[in-house]
């Protein structure tokens, strides 16, 4: 299994661009997570999914949306880039959210807008 | 409202020494608490997870400990290695009805030197 799979690793955006963040499990994880860290500073949730077709927004949400077509991939987009956004995004899985659950880690996007 | 704090922010020591890294929370609902690794450019990685009832729980070189009491929980790394260099993430999970959130803290940053 390759797990919580990202891409791009790395991305330079100029102010007002837009982009995908890609997100994929093989692990049949019917939970998805978008979390942005920035120094210094805890993990934020972003967006998450209880299943295909399911979405909720989460802590910090504003700038971005997702999409859950099917239970393997949760993309996040980005519209309209500011600087306030730069960060590292980490997507997450787990199987279920209730409960000492295992929540697990894609090796993150490095982000930053100029 | 929720919060998560950890200390010392940083710490730096000898191989082959122990150290222990402290976590103190008011997050409520409580449902449980988790110690993860993260080592730089990648995704955390999960090291414990302990419920209310749980007050120790070890992985190898690896000890938390839970005080629901005080709200307090330790990280203990017994004959520190180098590949432990990385930062060490305390985080609560709250109850909220079907889903429970994570609230991380900011994390522990250990350098471990030859």
């Known amino acids: 299994n390759a797990g919580v799979t990202q891409t791009p690793k790395f991305r330079i955006l100029k102010i007002g661009q837009s982009m995908t963040l890609q997100c994929t499990q093989d692990m049949n994880h019917n939970y998805m997570y978008w979390y942005r860290q920035d120094p210094g500073m805890g993990l934020k949730l972003i967006y998450y999914s209880v299943g295909a077709g399911i979405t909720d927004k989460g802590e910090v949400p504003n700038g971005y949306n997702v999409s859950r077509s099917t239970t393997e991939d949760f993309p996040l987009r980005l519209e309209l880039a500011a600087p306030s956004q730069t960060s590292v995004y980490f997507c997450?899985?787990?199987?279920?959210?209730?409960?000492?659950?295992?929540?697990?880690f894609g090796p993150g996007t490095r982000l930053t807008v100029t | 409202k929720n919060q998560v704090e950890q200390s010392p922010q940083s710490l730096i020591i000898l191989e082959g020494k122990n150290c222990t890294l402290q976590?103190?929370?008011?997050?409520?609902?409580?449902?449980?608490l988790r110690w993860y690794k993260q080592d730089t450019g990648r995704g955390p990685v999960s090291l414990t997870i302990?419920?209310?009832?749980?007050n120790t729980k070890s992985n190898g070189r690896y000890t938390a400990t839970l005080d629901a009491d005080t709200k307090q929980s330790s990280l203990h790394i017994t004959a520190s290695q180098l590949s432990d260099s990385a930062s060490y993430i305390c985080v609560v999970s709250a109850k909220s009805g079907g889903y429970n959130k994570l609230i991380f803290g900011a994390g522990t940053r250990l350098a471990v030197h030859p």
């Open positions: 997450a899985s787990s199987y279920v959210a209730g409960g000492p659950y295992e929540q697990y």
């Open positions: 302990m419920t209310f009832s749980e």
């Open positions: 976590c103190n929370y008011t997050v409520s609902p409580f449902s449980n």
